[in-house]
């Protein structure tokens, strides 16, 4: 699995002109299922997100987790991180997971990441456009594979 992390102050997704997810302070966490993921990477991945200290604490340094500091987590779907660029100009996306696989793993890294931050997990909505709306803080972004953990 692969995902984007960013610290966010408001995130939300737009789906046909209609907002159908929000959240305030927290995470917004771009989430690509590869074909070679399993369920444990989305327990290692989750758990790396859950606990990652990039919020600062009262000296500013990076000392606190969205666990700690209260914060919510947006999940969106996001195949185009599975992108192999190495030839040509048009990106290939072969190392995305099937539809039916994508979905089941990213509902149990959903619930997954829901347990751990003891808060509901909003979505995007997975195979639609979306407009993500991203009010970045920092700018703290961060790029994870579940493969490097």
Known sequence: MKAVIQRVKEANV????????????GLLVFLCVCVDDKEEDTTILARKIAYLRIFDDNERKFN???VDVG?????????TLAANIKKGRRPDYLHAAEKEEAIKLM??????????????????????????????DGPVTLFMNSKDL
């Open 64 to 66: 606190r987790s969205v």
């Open 14 to 25: 737009e789906v046909d002109g209609r907002i159908i997810s929000k959240i305030g302070n």
């Open 107 to 136: 509902t149990l890294f959903e619930k997954t990441l829901s347990s751990l931050i003891k808060k509901p997990v909003p979505t995007g909505k997975f195979g639609a456009h979306m407009i993500v709306n991203i009010k970045n």
């Open 71 to 79: 914060g919510e987590v947006l999940l969106v779907s996001e195949f």
